[in-house]
Nanobody, 123 residues
């Protein structure tokens, strides 16, 4: 499975960005998906997760109400809509795929990772 995240960039605080993750190599609908992020000098943190069918989602408390994870199984693409961005959201954002029905918040439960896309939020 190959994952490629894109859509990052530089945005002012309170702005919005939409990240995408294109998945190829296997049937996208067979994988639960997640987004993680890693700020400089910090560990990789959970952001959001979505089950195979898209029926269940989960979010880190820090992004709940501001970020929305979704997927289009016909387009083999995962999304992360990020609104009301804050400087503390600055990080490299990674998409990940899990063979389980729902990957959850632990990175060890994901089997494949994309290369990451940089998001920078200026104050």
């Amino acid at each position: 499975v190959q994952l490629q995240a894109f859509g990052g960039g530089l945005v002012q605080a309170e702005g919005s960005l939409r990240l995408s993750c294109a998945v190829s190599g296997r049937t996208f609908a067979n994988y639960a998906m997640g987004w993680f992020r890693q700020a400089p000098g910090a560990e990789r943190d959970f952001v959001a997760a979505i089950m195979k069918s898209g029926g269940v989602t989960g979010y880190a408390d820090s992004v709940k109400g501001r970020f929305t994870i979704s997927r289009d199984n016909n387009r083999n693409t995962l999304y992360l809509q990020m609104n009301s961005l804050k400087p503390e959201d600055t990080a490299i954002y990674y998409c990940a795929a899990s063979r389980g029905s729902y990957g959850g918040r632990w990175s060890k439960d994901y089997d494949y990772w994309g290369q990451g896309t940089q998001v920078t939020v200026s104050s």
